[in-house]
């Protein structure tokens, strides 16, 4: 039995960490309310054909960024939670991973940049400014991908208040750059990727500067994190690949099949998926680290699944519903000329409440390592790009929306399979029943 001082330490404990989790939510939100701002103002200010330019250099930086990640943070997140409490090992583990990361991540930037190159071009930009959005979106890439490994070590720290202040101070940099641009009448594509670059520079000089009193980066590298980098990058490559794939395809045949103007319309009503952004950082910065430091029990580990994924559908169909009565008002934020478009909107939002409950799903299973079986992915996302391409119009906003919306459920139905499979080999492996 535990005395009643050690009771009141542990109630202390987790009153703090409640109050933590409370502010950092609340922070999160006030950073995703401005940068929710910073996106309507670009929007507002930008003509059509260079918010399509600027829409298609953010999404490869996501979509490469996430290629780039090649798993590392799914084994850092699995083999740093068991070494926490060990510095030096702790910080061979993650100097372990930098290492693997920038090895691994130069080929995959530059095949990026020149894809942002090339769909720039094939939508019509200029050569000279193509290349020099190519040029911004290299850089950020790269500060973008160095800055994954670090902010996985605070994560899994459980440091909070530094993710949040970080968040609340990078975005608040943001809208004062964004307005100035607008205030100078200056806001074209590349500009407005540079302060996209320097927010990202930003961020990757303050998680490092805190991260360096914590780690030792001078730590020697382990052979076997290396290896187990190489298995969690075998293991989700193909998915991350088809992913990507999948989700640059859009672009892809937008640029193609579709026009300039669908895709501006698109991007901009995905503009309000950021509410979203909010529940996936606190169930990426939160909940799955707390998920990866949880013992190997197997209806906890379900509960806690279940109970992360039911409240995040609860919370994404409420979102859904209040999009759908609102839409007018929402329309009316981006301007006159996305007027109109409220059912385009409705099955946008509708898209992406699926598709943010397939990711954070995928955070809980990459924060356990359960990463197998995710090549099903493939198959199902090749009868969705067969069936899209075949039943649904691109060339019009609403056959458009409905084509990225459908999107969303070969990932889901994924994340399910890994998850049931993770937990089946933690029953073989413990024998705890179901």
Same mark, same amino acid.
């Given at each position: 039995?535990?005395?009643?001082?050690?009771?009141?330490?542990?109630? /202390?404990a987790?009153?703090?960490?409640?109050?933590?989790?409370?502010?950092?939510?609340?922070s999160?939100?006030?950073?995703?309310?401005?940068?929710?701002l910073?996106?309507?103002?670009?929007?507002? +200010?930008?003509?059509?054909?260079?918010?399509?330019?600027?829409?298609?250099?953010?999404?490869?930086?996501?979509? /490469?960024?996430?290629?780039?990640? *090649?798993?590392?943070?799914?084994?850092?997140?699995?083999?740093?939670?068991? =070494?926490?409490?060990?510095k030096?090992?702790?910080?061979?583990?993650?100097? %372990?991973?930098?290492?693997?990361?920038?090895?691994?991540?130069?080929?995959?930037?530059?095949?990026?940049? %020149?894809?942002?190159?090339?769909? @720039?071009?094939?939508?019509?930009?200029?050569?000279?400014?193509?290349?020099?959005?190519?040029?911004?979106?290299?850089?950020?890439?790269? %500060?973008?991908?160095?800055t994954?490994?670090?902010? /996985?070590?605070?994560?899994?720290?459980?440091?909070?208040?530094?993710?949040?202040?970080? %968040? @609340?101070?990078v975005?608040?940099?943001?809208l004062?750059?964004?307005?100035?641009?607008?205030?100078?009448?200056?806001?074209?594509?590349?500009?407005?990727?540079?302060?996209?670059?320097?927010?990202?520079?930003?961020?990757?000089?303050?998680?490092?500067?805190?991260a360096?009193?914590r780690?030792?980066?001078?730590?020697?590298?382990?052979?076997?994190?290396?290896?187990?980098?190489?298995?969690?990058?075998?293991? /989700?490559?193909?998915?991350?690949?088809?992913?990507?794939?999948?989700?640059?395809?859009?672009?892809?045949?937008? +640029?193609?099949?579709?026009?300039?103007? =669908?895709?501006?319309?698109?991007?901009?009503?995905?503009?309000?998926?950021? =509410?979203?952004?909010?529940?996936?950082?606190?169930?990426?910065?939160?909940a799955?680290?707390?998920?990866?430091?949880?013992?190997?029990? =197997?209806?906890?580990?379900?509960?806690?699944?279940?109970?992360?994924?039911?409240?995040?559908?609860?919370?994404?169909?409420?979102?859904?519903?209040?999009?759908?009565?609102?839409?007018?008002?929402?329309?009316?934020?981006?301007?006159?000329?996305?007027?109109?478009?409220?059912?385009?909107?409705l099955?946008?939002?509708?898209?992406?409440?699926?598709?943010?409950?397939?990711?954070?799903?995928?955070?809980?299973?990459?924060?356990?390592?359960?990463?197998?079986? *995710?090549?099903?992915?493939?198959?199902?996302?090749?009868?969705?790009?067969?069936?899209?391409?075949?039943?649904?119009?691109?060339?019009?906003?609403?056959?458009?929306?409905?084509?990225?919306?459908s999107?969303?459920?070969?990932?889901?139905?994924?994340?399910?399979?890994?998850?049931?499979?993770?937990?089946?080999?933690?029953?073989?492996?413990?024998?705890?029943?179901?």
């Amino acid at each position: 039995m535990k005395d009643s001082k050690t009771l009141a330490t542990e109630s /202390t404990a987790r009153g703090k960490l409640v109050g933590s989790i409370g502010r950092y939510v609340v922070s999160q939100g006030v950073a995703q309310a401005i940068a929710f701002l910073t996106g309507i103002l670009i929007v507002r +200010s930008m003509p059509k054909q260079d918010y399509a330019y600027y829409s298609i250099a953010v999404s490869m930086i996501a979509a /490469t960024a996430l290629v780039a990640e *090649s798993g590392l943070n799914s084994a850092l997140m699995s083999r740093g939670a068991s =070494v926490r409490d060990d510095k030096a090992r702790l910080s061979s583990l993650f100097v %372990s991973g930098m290492r693997f990361r920038f090895i691994s991540g130069i080929p995959i930037v530059l095949i990026g940049t %020149s894809l942002v190159c090339y769909l @720039l071009l094939e939508n019509g930009l200029v050569l000279e400014q193509a290349i020099l959005c190519s040029a911004i979106v290299l850089c950020t890439l790269w %500060s973008t991908v160095t800055t994954g490994t670090i902010q /996985t070590f605070h994560r899994l720290d459980l440091q909070f208040d530094l993710i949040r202040n970080t %968040s @609340l101070v990078v975005s608040g940099l943001r809208l004062l750059l964004v307005a100035g641009l607008i205030f100078a009448a200056l806001t074209n594509a590349p500009l407005v990727l540079a302060v996209s670059l320097a927010c990202a520079l930003g961020t990757n000089l303050i998680l490092k500067h805190f991260a360096a009193r914590r780690l030792d980066f001078r730590a020697p590298r382990n052979p076997k994190d290396r290896s187990a980098f190489g298995v969690s990058a075998r293991r /989700t490559i193909p998915m991350t690949l088809m992913l990507v794939a999948s989700e640059q395809s859009i672009l892809f045949f937008l +640029s193609i099949r579709g026009t300039p103007e =669908v895709i501006a319309n698109v991007s901009a009503l995905a503009r309000f998926s950021i =509410v979203f952004t909010i529940v996936n950082l606190v169930v990426v910065d939160i909940a799955a680290p707390m998920f990866a430091r949880t013992e190997a029990d =197997v209806k906890l580990l379900l509960r806690r699944f279940l109970a992360v994924a039911g409240s995040y559908t609860l919370l994404a169909t409420g979102l859904v519903v209040l999009v759908g009565m609102t839409a007018p008002l929402l329309l009316k934020l981006l301007g006159e000329r996305y007027a109109g478009l409220e059912l385009a909107l409705l099955i946008v939002a509708a898209g992406s409440a699926v598709l943010n409950i397939g990711y954070a799903l995928s955070s809980l299973n990459q924060a356990r390592g359960w990463t197998k079986y *995710s090549w099903i992915y493939i198959p199902l996302i090749v009868v969705w790009a067969v069936l899209g391409l075949s039943l649904i119009r691109l060339d019009d906003t609403v056959g458009a929306a409905i084509f990225i919306a459908s999107q969303a459920l070969p990932g889901l139905v994924t994340q399910c399979v890994r998850f049931i499979a993770g937990l089946s080999h933690l029953k073989r492996e413990t024998g705890h029943p179901l």
